[in-house]
């Protein structure tokens, strides 16, 4: 007795995505390394989205850290000289 292992497929077509039903151990190992792929590659986009929001976020730190410095050196000077 033959076990069938089975996976569906999206096809997309240029009206909508139809699904396939795949049934050899083959079309399903290459389904699953193309998802698999796919998740690798949206996880690398995410890492470098990331990476950017942190770097972006430290240089904003930094900004305020050096904008506060300049005010509160204002304000010394400004009572200094009254």
Known sequence: M???IM???NIETKTKRQPRVLSH???IVGLVMRQ???VNSKK???TIA???LADASKQLVRAYAQQ???IQN???EWKNSN
Request: glycine share 8%; charged share 35%.
């Open 25 to 27: 151990p083959g079309e």
């Open 44 to 46: 690398d986009e995410l």
């Open 74 to 76: 204002f304000g010394s």
């Open 50 to 52: 990331i990476k950017t």
């Open 7 to 9: 996976a569906t497929e």
């Open 36 to 38: 698999i792929d796919h």
């Open 68 to 70: 506060a410095a300049v």
């Open 2 to 4: 033959e076990h069938k």
